[in-house]
Structure formats: C-alpha cells, structure tokens
C-alpha cells in the first residue's frame, strides 16, 4: 500500500516498525495523535457524541454541528468576558 502511494506522490506517515530505523516525520506523529486524542476526548466527553440520537446522517450532523457551535460559543463568551481560563467548559458542563 505504501509503495502504490509512493508511486501516486503520496508520502504515508506511520510509526517505524520495531526492525526499522526511525522514519521521517515520527516525532511529529506523536504530538498530532494527542491532539486528535484530546479532541475526540472532548468530543465524546463533554459534548456527548457518542449519544447524539440521530437517526438519519442529517440528523447526525445537525445534532454534532448544534454541539460544536454550542462549545464555541461558550469558549467566545469566556474570552470575551476575560475568564482566566478560556478553554474551560465546566459551567456549562451538563
């Protein structure tokens, strides 16, 4: 698979392998995959994804785009009202 992409101009990113020597772009994979983690953490966490109750993909992606909207909205308000910390969607956790 690697090589078909290769041949199409795509480089892949993945780990090395334990018998491989350390590929380009490694280190950056670990700090992107904690940010996609903590997203889909907050996600599911606070925004209740994973319990969305939609029954049709537009019903899905109404009910995560209203969600979405909602948190940043809430962390505007706090930026725009100088909370210390506006990131922090505790008092508008459920």
Known sequence: FETLLGDYGITMLRPSRKNEK??????????VRQLIE????????????????????????????QRLLAMAAA???N????????????AYDH
């Open 22 to 31: 350390a590929r380009y772009g490694e280190p950056m994979l670990k700090k």
């Open 38 to 65: 903590s997203v889909n953490d907050t996600l599911k966490g606070q925004l209740d994804l994973e319990d969305h109750g939609g029954r049709s993909f537009e019903g899905v992606a109404i009910r995560v785009a």
């Open 79 to 90: 930026n725009a009202t100088n909370a210390p910390i506006t990131r922090s969607l505790t």
């Open 75 to 77: 962390i505007w308000h």
